[in-house]
């Protein structure tokens, strides 16, 4: 210790110690040049839900993100491997005692329906999802995307948040944070659960964790919609419309009393968009006003109540988007009704359970897509069908399902902002492993901030010491597929 009394020790320590505050400085300066300083939205807290400008010209304004709980398999809809079909119930090369989530893996399995060329651009998609092929010329595919996990919570977790852990803000909620919405009288941010159910990590989903709670999204389907907002019998509409004006004048009258006190601003703020919501949600979920035609094409009157009830939940995506809402997320499958019985975990008989999912999804959602197109919304709107993880080329010895699998599986965009009839990356000759171009889900949250008009790397959130980013401190946009 006699050293760090000695004179000139204490004089060479402060001399570097100095240097290292300056080059700290001049590394920060060096930081504010490049433009990497965080990005903070100025937010009224009145008006938490006002549009904001993007940090530069975006390509979309809106996000539909189509979320297939469960792990929907890539071999058998998206992703075509002949070889799958050439080696059909042969081991998988240099993969002799394989073990993977639930054990240990049998021979590799052709896909469980045949591919087609589909489209001008002759793009082979599965006979699973007719419709929905009949839209590969409008689809970008990513085939080599990865995931961090092979459980289901994780992994959910991470498509919708960017974290396998729980705790962060969902895509939704940063994109609203940064960008607010184009509607005052809607959320700025919808989820749409499944007529069967919610996904295995349920509400955190669209949760807004540390950011501000306007943020969260608001969860509501077509056959579950907002609770309690219908004006009680006994009190009449002026005498609720009088009610209304009178508080809106006590709260304005606050406010002055307050000046600058955001808590009163931010709960006053939401107490009102609760109010205007009683007026606009209960008309946004009113379908019966739809063409016999409009909803012949999504299926709402087919005989299988929840085919019927997800094209409804479909359509009212559609309804959300065309009055600005920023984003929905719209989900297909659940967790609650057990594995593969209510969503896409096939393990065990995926023929039977997928011949049962297929068709729930296939028609509405391609109805979705083409309502979109000819409304003109694929010009502002970015879709983004996603699944947490893929499934194995294998089955699993003693089972006729496939296992999980992160390590490649198949994402795909459509409308704003990204190219039309492409395909980018590959996972190797079975399916099994992303091998050409391999991206990751903190590459797909790059690219649909990017889109918005936002750079992944400087929208962030101060919390508990850190920045924190929907890409962590990872990511990179997938420029080869934006138009």
Not at 59 to 68: G, H, N, S
Not at 175 to 187: E, I, V
Request: hydrophobic share 40%.
């Amino acid at each position: 210790m006699n050293h760090l009394l000695n004179r000139r020790h204490f004089l060479n320590r402060t001399v570097s110690g100095l240097s290292s505050i300056a080059l700290a400085s001049l590394l920060k300066e060096d930081r504010l040049l490049a433009g990497a300083t965080p990005l903070r939205p100025r937010i009224d807290p009145a008006h938490p839900y006002a549009p904001r400008t993007p940090q530069f010209d975006a390509k979309a304004r809106q996000v539909l993100m189509i979320f297939c709980s469960g792990a929907l398999s890539h071999v058998d809809t998206w992703d075509h491997k002949p070889e799958l079909v050439k080696r059909h119930d042969t081991p998988m090369p240099g993969a002799g005692g394989l073990i993977t989530f639930q054990g240990e893996q049998g021979n590799l399995i052709k896909p469980i329906r045949d591919f087609k060329p589909r489209g001008q651009s002759g793009k082979m998609i599965s006979d699973l999802l007719p419709n929905l092929a009949g839209m590969a010329d409008d689809m970008c595919f990513i085939h080599s995307m990865t995931a961090k996990s092979n459980t289901h919570g994780p992994a959910e977790n991470q498509m919708s948040t960017g974290y396998i852990l729980d705790g962060f803000p969902s895509a939704g909620a940063w994109a609203t944070y940064a960008l607010g919405s184009d509607n005052q009288n809607l959320p700025a941010f919808v989820a749409i659960p499944d007529p069967r159910g919610t996904p295995q990590i349920g509400p955190r989903h669209w949760g807004s964790a540390f950011l501000p709670a306007a943020f969260q999204g608001t969860a509501f389907n077509a056959q579950k919609p907002i609770p309690h907002l219908a004006r009680p019998d006994s009190i009449s509409a002026a005498n609720e419309k009088g009610t209304r004006d009178f508080l809106k004048r006590l709260n304005e009258r606050h406010l002055e009393q307050n000046p600058g006190d955001s808590d009163l601003a931010a709960r006053i703020s939401s107490y009102e968009l609760a109010a205007r919501m009683q007026l606009a949600a209960p008309e946004i979920s009113d379908l019966e006003g739809e063409s016999p035609a409009t909803r012949e094409l999504y299926g709402i009157n087919d005989s299988n109540p929840v085919k019927a009830g997800f094209a409804k939940n479909c359509l009212l995506a559609r309804r959300l988007l065309e009055q600005g809402v920023r984003f929905v997320q719209l989900f297909n499958g659940s967790y609650a009704m057990g594995e593969g019985v209510g969503n896409w975990d096939g393990h065990k008989k995926i023929h039977d359970q997928y011949a049962v999912h297929a068709p729930i999804l296939d028609q509405p959602c391609a109805a979705l897509l083409k309502d979109l197109k000819a409304r003109g919304l694929f010009r502002d709107t970015l879709v983004v069908f996603v699944t947490e993880f893929g499934r194995m080329p294998t089955f699993q010895k003693g089972a006729n399902g496939r296992d999980h699998n992160p390590k490649g599986f198949t994402v795909w965009l459509a409308g704003a902002g990204v190219k039309p009839a492409y395909s980018h990356g590959a996972t190797d000759e079975f399916g099994y492993e992303a091998v050409e171009n391999v991206t990751s889900i903190y590459d797909l949250h790059a690219t649909m901030l990017h889109l918005l008009g936002l750079d992944h790397e400087r929208l962030s959130y101060y919390n508990n010491g850190i920045e924190r980013r929907l890409t962590d401190v990872h990511g990179h946009v997938v420029r080869e597929i934006l138009a």
